[in-house]
Structures are given as structure tokens and as C-alpha cells.
């Protein structure tokens, strides 16, 4: 007979040691890269995750691998929350051949085919409508695959976002959009961009199916994204879920974060959500303290295998330049 | 004289403008709170109040049109795009609306307007990340399109800019936000249209504009060793070309390289080149060569981009070309 706490638990003890590890690595990687970018070994934007790793988490546990993803350039834990290799995020970000878009893309270009993640968008905004498509052609090619597209707070301010909505919600395509609102926007606060706070409510004016959910808690991440993909799976459309959410660290890794105090950040930081799934773990006596130390030590492993193959690849060679532009391979390029 | 850097010469042109003239307002994205994603409008918050240093949303198609429609009646804007890559979402109110309005009102309603902020590549920031759109911008009749390359014309540019009545697309970069110059205190102005000779010289023409005549610059210097006497024209302003004075510099040096950051099709180059071989065709020793970025969206890894965008050796192998000393 289980043991009451075990009762208690929706979940497996299993999946949560998958979150666990999942997340962990997520926060290790990127504590790596913040490293790595001050030794200047990754150069450019580079937009870290720490905070935010519930929402890759519980979405990938409440997707299967025929879904597809899309996201912003806050964009390095999706991939490996998806299962690709970390090493080839970092070598993308060393600016590889190696790397997963083949040193072509860096930080904001995270793409892998194979595990269905469609990137790693610059634009503000730009890759909802994208998100959108990638659901329509699920629906022309009659599949029950499902698109979840990710957003930044500040994209909802975007015009393509209310067109994409528009859309999306009276062509029923299925399609999951996720605002990760860490309620910051670089320096903006969303209050200060709209009398709208509550991000949800935008999906409510094209009768999208919209929610809040707390962002910094798997659990709550995954049941909301379940019944969001199970709607858009049977045809019944496109979810808006507000992800309620915190970045850690400044907006990239150039910010004097002088629009919000330590404090706020330290009080976020009480909730964090890899603390918290240790917490109902060890509750459940599923883990213990040599549990945790063998999972920091596998992770740890991994990473360093990530940066050590980082190091040792080799940049794209100069006639790299003309490949990978068009589909044709003897497109005539002007070469002066 | 003081030395200040290229974003306190924007700052102070912006803020002269600003004190002379109570329609002209600054709006974008962290312009204000923030002090600007690139500290250009630092402190212009404290000084001129939230009512004329606005912070927007990321909405750049809606702000740009907010301004223009300000812009026709009586207010004289200046919207920041914090890059002109992201200008590409605000581009319909730029080209059919700003460019436009003169021309389908029969001149009843000009826009008085100055769209600013950094173009073109500055660093490993892949292709999303490191447009040069001089080209596309001066395209478009209605515009006026300004690209300083350095702190001190930045500064006459943009007051001209803000004083002008049409719409202006003035086009800076983040990697000569830094650099410093002497700039004088009195007040002093530049008019659009007008080209620089940055440096004379008998056997060859170079033309550029923007951060990258910095690489003509440097090629000029190079090719001063070996004995050859570049003549270096700073454009200014691309639309409208000071064609004349390239002209004139090609009539005496007979050969002309262009060196620009836009990509080679259709661009500053192609117009240059063909207004040369129309007006000075006889005047003309050689083909003439230019210096581009390569035909394909700027990559983010440091082989690829060194292998994409002008520099100084190709810029003088283009020179040695039409000297025919290679
Ligand atoms: C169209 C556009 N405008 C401006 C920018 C510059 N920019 C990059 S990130 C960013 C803030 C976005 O914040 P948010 O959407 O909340 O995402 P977060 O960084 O918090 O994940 C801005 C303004 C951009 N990349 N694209
Ligand atoms: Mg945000």
C-alpha cells in the first residue's frame, strides 16, 4: 500500500524525477553559459532562462514528440527540454560548425529539426503568426499534432499577435500560445506598456479559450498545457495561457537592471521551481540528499561535456558563407 | 575643443531641438525610463518629462504610425527604432504612409518626422540582427535618407533632420556610439544632400558613407604607403546622392571603388555606378569596382562574418584592381 504523502501526489514518482533532472539541467547549462559569455568564449545577445524552467518542463510532458515548438531568442532550454544534446546548444553558441544551427544562428538561433523545435525568432513578436502557420499545416496535412508557440510579455503589445489570434481562434487551429510573463520587457515593467496587466484577458477578446497559470510550478504548468493541447488535438482550437513567471538575471547578460530592486528578485527566488519539486520529492521520500547529489552530478557532467566539445569544434570554414541561403545548391550568388 | 562621444552628439542635437523648438517630442522603446537601449537619450527624461520622452510599447508599426499622423498635424517626432531591423514591422506606415502623404494629399499635409536608431551589423549577432537597409530606404521617393559616419556631422545631420519638413530616415550604429570626437559647443547645423571630402587624392576615387567608410578610411592610409593617392568621399546623405561631387572627383581621378555594408543587389553601389558611367563615361580608366557585403544574410560566427563584410584588404585589392597593380 502507498504511503499517505505518495496519495497525495497526481504525479508519478517518475515524472518528477524527470522534471527534476530536466529543469536541473536547464539551470546548470545555463549558469554555464552566463560563465562562459564573461570569458567572452560566447559573444553577441545571449538571453538566459534561469527562473523560467517550469514552463519548458511542463510542456514537454504534457506534449508527445510529434508536437512541435516555436519560441523567441530566450531560446537555449527548449531544445534540451525537448532532449537535444546540450553540447550542441553550446557549440552554437561558440559559434561552431558543430553547433545545431551550425555556428549560423549563435544564441537566438537555437533550432533542431530532429526534436521538432522550430527556433529561435529575433523579432519581438514575430514568431506568433509563425506559430500559428506551423499549426495550420498540421491541421491541412490531417494530423492531431499540435503547435505550442512561446512569447516574451512584451510581444503581446505586437499587432501580429492580435492577427495571429484573429485567425488561429476562427480557423480552429491547433495551436497552444504561451506568454512567459516574467513581467519585464528589458527594462519595461508590463504595466507600464498597456491598462491591460492581465495578459490572459487579450485571448478573451477573439473568444480564446485563456487562462493564468503560476509559471513557477511544473505541476500547474502541465495540467494547464494537458487540457490545452487536448483541445487543440480534437479540433477545438487554439489556448491563450499566461504563464506567470520570473527571469533571475538581467534581460541579456548587459543589464544594469536598474528598473527593479534585489529584494523582488530575492523574493521570486523563494519560489523557485526546481526548489519546489525537491521539496514534494523528498515529502514523498522519493529522493534524499545522495539522490540529489548523484543528479547534480550527472548534469554536471553532461554540461562539461557540452563546453568541452564547445571548445574543441572548429568555427564554420569561410565557404560556409554561400551554403544554406536557398534550397537550390547553384543558386548564382552576386559575388561582387 | 571637448571631446564627447557620437550618442552625446545625437543626445545633444535631439535636446537643442527639443529646447528651441516645444513640437518636436522623442518616442521608442526603453527611450526614457531606461535612458535608451544604447544611452543615447540619457537624461532627456529628467530634463524634457514624460509628456516629450515617451516610451512605447513594442509596437513598432503602431508608434511609427502615431508619429506620422502627429507628424501631418503639427508636431515634429522623432521615433527611435532600436534597430532598424525591427523598422521592418513599422515599415508600411514609413513607406505608405510617411513617404506618401505629400504627394496623395496634392501637398496639402507634409510629415515633419525623423525615424533614428542604429542600422547595419555590429558584432556576432546573426542575420536577424545585422541588417543594412540604407538602400531599401533611399529607394522610396518621399524619404530623405541620412547615414553620418561620425559624431560630429551626426550631430549638424540630425538638427537638420528634425528641422526638415519631410520624413527622415537617419540611420546610425551601435559601433560608433562610443566613439569620441570634438565637437564644438556653439550651435551648428549641416545641410542634407551634401557630400564630405574626406580626403583628397589624385589616383582613385573611394566613395562610402556610415560606419563602414571607416574601412575606406583605413584602406586610403594603407594605400598612402605604397604611393597611391586616394581620394575619400564621405555621401552623408543617400537619398538625396551629392552626385556632383562624385562626379567631379572621378573626372580628375578616373576610377572609383564604392565600399558600402548593404548587401549588392540594387544598391547605393549600383546607382552610383550607373549615374558614373552615365555623366563621366569618357572620364572612366577602368571599370568600375565596389566593396559590398556578401550576397547572404550575415551569419553569426566570426569566420563567416570576417568573410562577409568589407574590409581593408579587399577595399585595396578593389583599388589595385582599377590601377590594374594587382
Ligand atoms: C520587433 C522588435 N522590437 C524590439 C526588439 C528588441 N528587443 C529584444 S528583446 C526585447 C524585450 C522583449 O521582452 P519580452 O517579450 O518580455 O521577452 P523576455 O526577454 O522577457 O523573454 C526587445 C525590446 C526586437 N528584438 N524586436
Ligand atoms: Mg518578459
Not at chain 2, 507628424?71 to 532598424?84: D, H, K, Q, S, Y
Request: glycine share 8%.
Amino acid at each position: 500500500m502507498a504511503k499517505t504523502a505518495e496519495k497525495k501526489s497526481k504525479f508519478s514518482k517518475e515524472q518528477y524525477m524527470k522534471w527534476y533532472e530536466s529543469m536541473l539541467l536547464m539551470r546548470r547549462f545555463e549558469e554555464k553559459t552566463g560563465q562562459v559569455y564573461v570569458q567572452q568564449k560566447i559573444k553577441g545577445f545571449c538571453h538566459l532562462y534561469i527562473g523560467q524552467e517550469a514552463i519548458v518542463a511542463g510542456t514537454v510532458s504534457a506534449t508527445k514528440k510529434e508536437d512541435k515548438h516555436i519560441t523567441a531568442y530566450r531560446d537555449h532550454a527548449h531544445p534540451i527540454g525537448l532532449g537535444l544534446h546540450p553540447k550542441y546548444v553550446m557549440a552554437e553558441m561558440y559559434a561552431k560548425i558543430t553547433g545545431c544551427s551550425k555556428g549560423k544562428g549563435g544564441s537566438m538561433h537555437i533550432f533542431s529539426k530532429e526534436h521538432n523545435f522550430l527556433g529561435g525568432h529575433g523579432i519581438v513578436g514575430g514568431q506568433v503568426p509563425l506559430g500559428a502557420g506551423i499549426a495550420f499545416a498540421e491541421k491541412y496535412l490531417g494530423t492531431d499534432n499540435v503547435c505550442v508557440c512561446s512569447m516574451g510579455d512584451g510581444a503581446v503589445r505586437q499587432g501580429a499577435l492580435h492577427e495571429a489570434f484573429n485567425m488561429a481562434m476562427t480557423w480552429k487551429l491547433p495551436v497552444v500560445f504561451i506568454v512567459e510573463n516574467n513581467m519585464y520587457a528589458m527594462g519595461t515593467s508590463v504595466e507600464r506598456t498597456s491598462n491591460v496587466h492581465d495578459l490572459w484577458k487579450l485571448g478573451l477578446a477573439y473568444d480564446m479559450p485563456s487562462k493564468p497559470v503560476d509559471g513557477l510550478t511544473v505541476e500547474s504548468v502541465h495540467e494547464a498545457m494537458e487540457e490545452a493541447v487536448a483541445r487543440a488535438r480534437r479540433g477545438d482550437g487554439p489556448t491563450f495561457l499566461e504563464m506567470k513567471t520570473y527571469r533571475y538575471k538581467g534581460h541579456s547578460m548587459s543589464d544594469a537592471q536598474t528598473y527593479r530592486t534585489k529584494e523582488e528578485v530575492k523574493e521570486y527566488q523563494k519560489q523557485d521551481p526546481i526548489e519546489k519539486v525537491i521539496d514534494t520529492m523528498k515529502k514523498n521520500g522519493w529522493i534524499d540528499d545522495a539522490g540529489i547529489e548523484a543528479a547534480e552530478a550527472r548534469v554536471k557532467a553532461l554540461v562539461d561535456e557540452s563546453v568541452q566539445f564547445a571548445e574543441e569544434s572548429p568555427y564554420p570554414d569561410p565557404s560556409e558563407l554561400y551554403k544554406d541561403v536557398y534550397a537550390d545548391a547553384d543558386y548564382p550568388y552576386i559575388l561582387e | 575643443m571637448r571631446v564627447i562621444e557620437f550618442r552625446e552628439a545625437l543626445r545633444e542635437a535631439m535636446s537643442e531641438e527639443m529646447r528651441r523648438d516645444s513640437t518636436v517630442f522623442l518616442m521608442g522603446e526603453e527611450v526614457a525610463e531606461y535612458n535608451g537601449a544604447y544611452k543615447v537619450s540619457k537624461g532627456m527624461l529628467a530634463e524634457f518629462g514624460p509628456k516629450r520622452v515617451i516610451d512605447t510599447p513594442i509596437a513598432e508599426l503602431g508608434f511609427a504610425g502615431i508619429g506620422v499622423g502627429a507628424a501631418t498635424n503639427g508636431l515634429r517626432p522623432i521615433v527611435e527604432f532600436m534597430t532598424f531591423n525591427f523598422s521592418l514591422v513599422a515599415i508600411d506606415q514609413v513607406i505608405n504612409s510617411a513617404a506618401k502623404m505629400l504627394s496623395m494629399s496634392g501637398g496639402q499635409y507634409n510629415v515633419p518626422i525623423v525615424f533614428r536608431g542604429p542600422t547595419a551589423s555590429a558584432g556576432m549577432l546573426s542575420s536577424q540582427h545585422s541588417q543594412a537597409f540604407e538602400n531599401w530606404y533611399a529607394n522610396c521617393p518621399g524619404l530623405k535618407v541620412v547615414v553620418p559616419s561620425n559624431g560630429y556631422d551626426a550631430k549638424g545631420l540630425l538638427k537638420s533632420a528634425i528641422r526638415d519638413n519631410d520624413p527622415v530616415i537617419f540611420m546610425e550604429s551601435e559601433q560608433m556610439y562610443g566613439d569620441k570626437m570634438e565637437v564644438p559647443e556653439e550651435e551648428y547645423i549641416i545641410p542634407l544632400g551634401v557630400a564630405d571630402v574626406k580626403k583628397a587624392g589624385t589616383d582613385v576615387t573611394i566613395v562610402s558613407f556610415g560606419k563602414i567608410l571607416k574601412v575606406a578610411m583605413a584602406a586610403a592610409a594603407e594605400l598612402e604607403k605604397e604611393g597611391i593617392s586616394a581620394e575619400v568621399i564621405d555621401l552623408r546623405t543617400v537619398r538625396p546622392i551629392d552626385y556632383d561631387t562624385v562626379i567631379n572627383s572621378v573626372k580628375k581621378t578616373n576610377r572609383l571603388v564604392i565600399v558600402e555594408e548593404a548587401w549588392p543587389l540594387a544598391s547605393i553601389s549600383s546607382e552610383i555606378t550607373f549615374r558614373v558611367q552615365k555623366d563621366a563615361f569618357d572620364y572612366l580608366d577602368a571599370p568600375i569596382r565596389r566593396v559590398t557585403s556578401a550576397d547572404v544574410p550575415l551569419p553569426y560566427a566570426p569566420t563567416l562574418i570576417e568573410a562577409s563584410l568589407p574590409n581593408v584588404t579587399r577595399t585595396v585589392k578593389a583599388v589595385k584592381d582599377v590601377l590594374y597593380k594587382n
